[in-house]
């Protein structure tokens, strides 16, 4: 039922986005709130979720499970911008949407997966995963411990450096990163996923603007 709910959730914000790259709740100044994309139909996908979910995340150090545990369950935002268009980030990081322990719900169009009601019957969620491609990082674990970027990337199978997203690269296609609007210069796969962080990697041109919050509803 929670993954259905953020489904509907989603559907919701990405109709009230009307399809915009930014949107601010309030005012323009340094100090406003800039709400990250909702994301919308005509985000390119361009790298989508891998299908070796578990040896994936096995390989960021992240011990899969047959359910869902919730002892630790924070949420984190992620928004990724290549030359000012928003890309998504896809449903089904870390799950093995394959096993039938595993649900998809389907609410306008639009996946979620989850709902693993009853245990697996062998390992089909990492601690760190995307339900849906709303750009929220689940993690849900045992342990009081925040995942960090990294690892999330290891998911992803996608490189992530100082200077590279993927296949760009700078100085051909300058990288740069923000953790709640503000400009990160470390090593980005040290970012923590701590509650309700909002994240910004930017390849390329910028977008208008970039967003320092999340909208909390689709979590």
Not at 77 to 92: C, Y
Not at 126 to 136: A, E, F, N, Y
Not at 145 to 155: A, I, P, S, W, Y
Not at 160 to 180: M, Q, R
Request: hydrophobic letters at 40%.
């Amino acid at each position: 039922m929670r993954a259905r709910a953020l489904a509907i959730v989603f559907l919701a914000g990405a109709l009230a986005a009307c399809g915009s790259s930014s949107k601010p709740t309030s005012g323009s100044g340094p100090d406003s709130v800039i709400t990250a994309p909702a994301p919308s139909a005509s985000d390119p996908t361009p790298y989508p979720a891998p299908s070796n979910p578990m040896a994936l995340a096995a390989k960021a150090g992240l011990v899969p499970e047959d359910a869902e545990q919730l002892q630790y369950h924070v949420h984190s935002h992620l928004d990724v911008f290549v030359d000012g268009t928003h890309i998504i980030v896809p449903a089904g990081l870390g799950i093995d949407i394959t096993n039938p322990g595993v649900h998809t719900f389907v609410e306008g169009g639009v996946k979620s997966y989850g709902g693993i009601s009853v245990p697996c019957a062998s390992a089909c969620i990492s601690p760190l995963h995307t339900h849906d491609i709303t750009g929220v990082l689940h993690t849900e674990s045992a342990t009081h411990k925040d995942n960090t970027l990294g690892q999330l990337f290891v998911e992803w199978n996608i490189r992530l450096t100082e200077t590279c997203f993927g296949n760009d690269c700078a100085p051909a296609k300058p990288v740069a990163f923000y953790v709640n609007g503000a400009k990160f210069t470390g090593d980005p796969t040290t970012i923590a996923l701590s509650n309700l962080k909002e994240i910004a990697i930017v390849v390329g041109t910028p977008p208008a603007q970039i967003p320092n919050s999340f909208d909390h509803a689709l979590i």
